[in-house]
């Protein structure tokens, strides 16, 4: 990948690194050279980063061009808004007590160099402040009322670093351009580099070991270079051209947090932020569901003003769900009014809404696995034994745990199963990304019971049918999305990723 460092002057720029070519923002913006350069990365180091300043628009036009910019137009808009910043950074509380606990006075500001800071007590904060606002030369400042809070925090032009900071300064900037990840030359002929989100904490992962295997084989196949990477890498997520998340995803927590940096970095990535913010409430799906009119199990959004009427609607047993609730955590079935009682004093404690459904039995779950738009695989998932869902967290033994399984020719599904899995995907994301939908069948007619940005692929199961081609296709997705955003016509993919 090109590197290009952009600056106002670059007679008084001196931290230029082997391999980065330094340019002005006037030439970045007006020659076409710089316009039509692909597969590049700017590293932008303008005087100005205000609205409608030279600076904005390099980062701006960058992303116009299909090129990796740091920082992107919308951190440097984000870094302007005091209330994105406090959002943003809320997560970083602990850090900053404990990096700022020894201070006396109650007002401190912090200079950020490539992620650095030059006193090292402070690089720990330096470097998590980076990783949420990704821009190379920053200060921050914070102010202590009965704890410590981030205030502010701004891009600063190079000419405004302290002179004594300078001999450090190019020590940092030395190490970050000569990230493995930014180098130009390559060892190998692959195309592109993709990272695999992946945690071996995750207490029910969408993809075990072998199928993480298969990813990897089929990604190399297609001529990327592949790292797996864990949740504390999301400092690293600029460094690739697309972001596989194969980790149970929820929004408040790392999973979401990688894929919206991934997706301000113009990566491609699977899944993206605005799939898992849909898709992993409960609510949003009954809305959406009611809305299109895509049938769903007798359902009620609950919340304290109507949760006396549960009871009445939906009689008993019924199943009450947290609004994130996903592989079957989260989800309760009441028996009794007692329980109903019990078990929404308990959700509602910790959500303002809940949703109720009525329960309908069934020996096992449809799950149709669909990617940009298409039936991809469809598996029959039954119920765990003694159980009535797929997972049952509290068995006695590990076996016991989840279910049996039936793979099942996309061909050989009912149509309405396959259709209405379709049209609830469609309405609730739109055609692009990896979908499954799981749907009970009662009576002839399909149900939905979920839509998941993040479904299961696991190696002898949801590839049964496909075998190592459900990996291409999955893989062969990311890497047309990366094409489109560069301008490539994917016309050297192989034969049957193409054909995905």
């Known amino acids: 990948m090109k590197k290009l460092i952009v600056v106002q002057d670059p007679k008084v720029f001196k931290l230029g690194a082997p391999g980065v070519e330094v340019v002005s923002s006037k030439d970045y913006l007006t020659d076409q050279r710089f316009a039509q350069l692909k597969n590049t990365r700017i590293f932008n180091l303008a005087r100005s980063f205000n609205y409608q ?3 904005y628009y390099v980062s701006l036009l ?5 090129q990796k910019v740091i920082p992107s137009a919308k951190t440097i808009l984000d870094l302007k808004n005091p209330s994105i910043v406090k959002v943003l950074s809320r997560d970083l509380d602990d850090v900053i007590q404990h990096s700022l606990s020894h201070k006396e006075k109650h007002d401190f500001t912090l200079s950020i160099y490539f992620g650095r800071n030059v006193n090292p007590r402070y690089d720990k904060l330096a470097h998590e402040l980076y990783k949420v606002f990704e821009a190379p030369l920053m200060r921050a400042r914070f102010v202590k009322g009965e704890k410590w809070e981030l205030r502010s925090i701004r891009p600063v032009p190079y000419k405004d670093i302290e002179d004594e900071h300078i001999p450090l300064l190019k020590k940092f900037a030395a190490e970050y351009f000569s990230k493995k990840r930014y180098d130009t030359a390559r060892e190998d002929r692959s195309a592109y580099d993709l990272a695999i989100l992946v945690n071996i904490a995750d207490k029910a ?5 072998r199928a993480i295997v298969k990813f990897r084989q089929a990604a190399e196949e297609l001529g990327f270079r592949v790292d797996i990477i864990g949740p504390g890498d999301i400092d690293r997520i600029g460094e690739y051209d697309a972001l ?3 980790e149970n995803t929820y929004v408040n927590n790392h999973t979401y947090r990688m894929a919206r ?4 970095e113009g990566l491609a990535v699977m899944d993206a932020p605005d799939a898992i913010l849909k898709c992993n409430n409960k ?12 049938p769903t199990p007798p359902t009620l959004v609950v919340h304290a003003e109507n949760r006396a009427e549960v009871a009445k609607r939906l009689g008993f047993p019924v199943v009450l769900k947290l609004p994130d609730s996903t592989f079957s955590i989260g989800v309760e079935k009441a028996r009794t009014p007692d329980e109903l009682e019990e078990k929404l004093d308990k959700i509602l404690e910790g959500s303002d809404l809940a949703v109720a459904q009525a329960y309908m039995p069934s020996d096992f779950d449809w799950r149709v696995g669909v990617l940009d738009g298409r039936v991809l695989y469809v598996c029959k998932y039954y119920m765990a034994r003694g159980h009535w869902q797929i997972y049952n967290w509290n068995s006695a033994t590990k076996h016991d745990e989840t279910g049996d399984f039936d793979t099942v020719r996309v061909d050989d599904c009912p149509k309405h199963i396959a259709d209405t899995a379709l049209r609830a995907v469609r309405a609730m994301v739109g055609e692009q990304g990896l979908f499954g939908v799981d749907i009970k069948e009662h009576e002839g007619k399909a149900y939905v019971i979920e839509v998941n940005e993040c479904p299961n692929i696991d190696h002898g199961i949801e590839d049964v049918e496909l075998g190592d081609e459900i990996y291409r296709r999955i893989i062969g997705s990311l890497k047309r999305s990366i094409e489109r955003k560069i301008g490539i016509a994917p016309a050297h993919l192989s034969t049957t990723a193409a054909k995905a």
């Open 244 to 246: 596989l998340i194969r």
């Open 205 to 209: 992962a969408p993809s075990n070991k």
């Open 53 to 55: 300043s030279r600076g």
């Open 62 to 66: 960058a992303e116009a061009r299909g």
């Open 261 to 264: 940096k991934a997706q301000q």
């Open 283 to 294: 609510v949003f799906l009954a809305e959406v569901m009611e809305a299109h009119h895509i």
